[in-house]
């Protein structure tokens, strides 16, 4: 007799029939699958003493390899199946513990929930909470999404594997926490609205929060922007700031435009100064150091003005060739350009370099409509030690080769980012993913009060999931609450983070999936009705938006530096954006923004900022959502995770995959500039917007980089504040699985 192994350690005959009963669980109500499929492909082979466990890995790893764009619908089978085994391991039997006992457990036994959440409610109240859990939405899961929470954000010990949560009891738990503080009835009905949302993938829920609300580390915001000033107690406070920061789990910005560069001279020459790349070294490890719990590595994208004097060596620092002590590669970087950088570009005129510490004027100035003027002053001083010219397209050159072959070199218009965005403070840095545009303050020690690390607590609107502008206004009034509750709840890794978080309390609330959502309608990136639809989508959002957040201050109080924003001074979205997207957006405001412009005069606003559009990559995948507004590379994708490598399924694909675009078929990147450019006429910060290049579009397989300036001057006449990767296809096959990066390696989104 052929016995199996349980998981108590028992023993007991092995039973095909109960084989036959779980496959046929999992693929009950799905169509176009079959339980003869999943046996036939698992090839089982009996052995005595094997585990139901192996069994059941083997009948799961059947279900993904009959993931196919044939048969879809086995990644729903494969999530059942490990949904199956993941109930067992937590629960230890099929039915769900009470969520009262559930709770307890996770705070007392295996101490790794809050213990907050027992006091912030009663056990009447968890009960009632337990009654509206929804256990089948687990269904709704793909087998990528499944795997995904349970790799990276479910609870559980990294070292011995064991997940102590499900998904429904994670949403519920995440929803009461962010709600905590509400009171009565009303805050039960705001935690039921936020369970729906969550569990119907509504609300794109990032990984700060995913991973770390409702545990005991409090640290739920994405991304922080670190400054830093040209000395060595600002230098090296800053890199201990990055350590925290990325043990964090944020993803981080570093601005080192101040730093002075190379061979300056420090105390009258007594020694000259090392420059820049040595810091950056020191900053590379210690992001590269911590690991975010587990979760995602650290990372960080490094700001800089174009006329640093040595932008030159800085532009190239990802770059594979050189050496190691000219090369910083684990970092990314940001090069920040002006309208005065452009208009040299294409007159073929020469720039010139400063050392930031001889041009200190000049700095504060960068991105101001004073800049052009005092940039041509310094240009005629001759007292200036560190000065020289190079010709402007040599730089775009430079520019252009290192982002094309690393797809890492971002960039940043640092005049929009200051003149159209809704900060009235200046800006001199972004983020990792350069969609957050915050003011700072360089840190000149950790106990710094008066210095300020930009935080921002990031969240997205699932689009293809909003069924009315109803619904929509109340998704958004959901998120908004939820994430400034959030802003008080949460711990900050020193006081100058805390200090701007709770002055400024800025959100960054972007959109995803919407890819599919203009599949839906039948409309490609390239076609005319795309930026209308994406101005008109973006309109509703940002209205409503703004709108709760004007509530909320009406509720309690704006925020404390409200008077530091455009909008204290009655500026909206629509007074700011570059008039020619008006060439092309030919639809009529929808929403009466007068009538909220005198709102916001009475009461302000809770948030100095509401919008940016981040990567959704991990999140996505547990969404089963295309990533933010990004097109979709194909129909099906390999996600590298810990377990396997993940098939993902672009949404609803035997609907609409005559109706996406794949990112490597467009022309150009006309139609998709215009896109971003419609969407950043709404958006209070920036937007994480990449670029696609197929190098089988060009003759002889190769790219120009007339091409890529093009583009990129394009983008700059239409607005774009930043610009994120740049990809490109060389038609190289071998190879089908993506890596998780940017943002989500290192991350600061979703």
């Not at 698992?42 to 059941?56: N, V």
């Not at 004027?361 to 002053?377: S, T, V």
Request: glycine share 6%.
């Amino acid at each position: 007799m052929i016995n199996v192994v349980k998981r108590s350690g028992e023993s007991e005959p092995w039973d095909v029939e109960r084989i036959h009963r779980v496959v046929g669980w999992a693929i009950e109500g799905i169509k176009g699958v079959t339980v003869s499929d999943v046996e036939i492909n698992a090839s089982l082979q009996k052995r005595d003493g094997m585990s139901t466990r192996e069994i059941h890995e083997v009948l799961i790893d059947s279900a993904v390899n009959l993931i196919s764009l044939n048969t879809p619908n086995y990644q729903y089978v494969a999530s059942r199946l490990l949904s199956y085994q993941l109930r067992k391991d937590v629960w230890g039997g099929k039915n769900p513990p009470k969520l009262v006992d559930f709770i307890n457990k996770n705070v007392h036994e295996h101490d790794v929930y809050d213990e907050d959440i027992l006091m912030l409610y009663n056990d009447t109240e968890i009960n009632k909470l337990d009654e509206y859990i929804d256990h089948s939405r687990d269904n709704l899961f793909t087998y990528a999404g499944m795997r995904q929470l349970c790799d990276k954000y479910l609870i559980q010990d990294r070292s011995t594997g064991i997940i102590y949560e499900t998904p429904q009891f994670a949403y519920m738990i995440i929803a009461m926490v962010c709600f905590g503080k509400y009171k009565g009835a009303q805050r039960i009905s705001y935690v039921k609205r936020a369970y729906d949302y969550f569990s119907k993938f509504k609300i794109n829920i990032p990984t700060p929060l995913m991973a770390g609300v409702r545990t005991k580390i409090r640290q739920y915001a994405s991304c922080c922007l670190i400054d830093i000033d040209d000395t060595l107690p600002s230098i090296f406070s800053s890199s201990t700031a990055a350590g925290y920061a990325t043990g964090s789990r944020y993803g981080i910005g570093l601005n080192i435009g101040r730093i002075r560069p190379i061979n300056s001279p420090i105390r009258k020459g007594e020694v000259v100064h090392t420059g820049v790349i040595p810091f950056l070294k020191l900053m590379e490890s210690t992001v590269k150091s911590c690991h975010q719990n587990g979760i995602r590595g650290g990372s960080a994208t490094v700001n800089f003005p174009f006329w640093h004097y040595e932008v030159e060596d800085m532009v190239v620092l990802k770059n594979n060739s050189g050496t190691d002590d000219n090369r910083v590669r684990k970092l990314d970087y940001c090069i920040q350009f002006s309208e005065l950088f452009y208009k040299r570009f294409l007159k073929n005129e020469d720039i010139t370099l400063f050392s930031p510490y001889e041009a200190k004027e000049l700095y504060a100035a960068f991105g101001h409509e004073n800049f052009d003027e005092l940039y041509e002053q310094y240009e005629r001083k001759t007292s200036l030690r560190f000065k020289k010219t190079i010709k402007a397209r040599q730089l775009m050159s430079l520019f252009v080769k290192e982002r094309v072959e690393t797809g890492r070199i971002y960039y940043m218009n640092i005049d929009h980012c200051n003149q159209r965005s809704a900060w009235d403070t200046d800006i001199k840095m972004t983020n990792l993913c350069v969609e957050v545009l915050h003011p700072t303050n360089p840190l000149q020690d950790t106990t710094d009060t008066d210095a300020e690390i930009g935080i921002c607590i990031l969240s997205a609107i699932n689009v293809l999931e909003i069924q009315s502008d109803a619904e929509m206004e109340k998704v958004c009034d959901i998120i908004v609450r939820l994430l400034d509750q959030l802003i008080d709840y949460q711990d900050y890794f020193l006081p100058a983070a805390e200090n701007f978080t709770k002055n400024r309390r800025s959100l960054g609330i972007g959109i995803t999936n919407f890819a599919a959502y203009l599949a839906k309608q039948g409309v490609g990136y390239e076609d005319e009705d795309a930026p209308n639809i994406a101005d008109e989508l973006m309109e509703k959002v940002q209205y409503y938006l703004l709108s709760s957040s004007c509530s909320l201050a009406e509720e309690k109080g704006h925020c404390p530096k409200f008077n530091e924003t455009k909008y204290s001074k009655g500026w909206l979205p629509i007074d700011g954006y570059k008039k020619e997207i008006d060439e092309f957006v030919t639809r009529k405001h929808s929403k009466d923004w007068d009538a909220l412009r005198l709102r916001i005069k009475e009461f302000g606003l809770r948030h100095s900022t509401v919008s940016a559009i981040m990567p959704c990559e991990s999140s996505s995948v547990i969404q089963c959502s295309t990533n933010g507004i990004e097109p979709i590379r194909s129909y099906i994708t390999y996600k590298k995770s810990k377990a396997r490598t993940l098939p993902v399924i672009v949404p609803n694909y035997s609907s609409y995959k005559n109706k996406y675009t794949l990112a490597y078929d467009m022309k150009d990147n006309t139609g998709l500039i215009k896109v971003v450019g419609a969407l950043q006429k709404w958006v209070d910060m920036s937007i994480s917007a990449n670029i696609y290049y197929n190098y089988a579009h060009y003759e002889n397989g190769a790219l120009p980089d007339a091409k890529v300036i093009k583009e990129h001057l394009l983008a700059y006449k239409l607005g774009w504040r930043t610009g994120y990767y740049l990809n490109t296809d060389d038609g190289d096959k071998q190879s089908s699985a993506e890596e998780e990066n940017g943002c989500e390696s290192g991350a600061c989104a979703l």
